[in-house]
């Protein structure tokens, strides 16, 4: 079961506000406080363009490879994390497995 999902209206979210190409590299990382707000106390994600370290948990949509690496892919060890747009914000849902 894939535990990490970006909808084709988020990515067509993140190539609009960080004028993406396709073949482009989104990584999601962790980071203590400040960030978007997640299920573990006290951790957020963070956002930053181009690849860093080894691919660990990848969804590729409309071209574009979003991904955690191999030092934060626990973050999703005992989550789905779904990223949707919604009223033309990103949203981040995490659901237990």
Known sequence: MMNF????????????EMDLQAGDFVQFYV???GGIPTVHPNYSLGISFGKEGTV???????????????KDEWFLDDYVLNIEAKNEEVEYIFTPK
């Open 5 to 16: 999902h970006v909808s084709k209206e988020a990515a067509q979210w993140f190539k609009d």
């Open 31 to 33: 980071k203590l406080y």
């Open 56 to 70: 660990a948990i990848k969804d590729e949509v409309e071209g574009i490879t979003f991904y955690f690496n191999d």
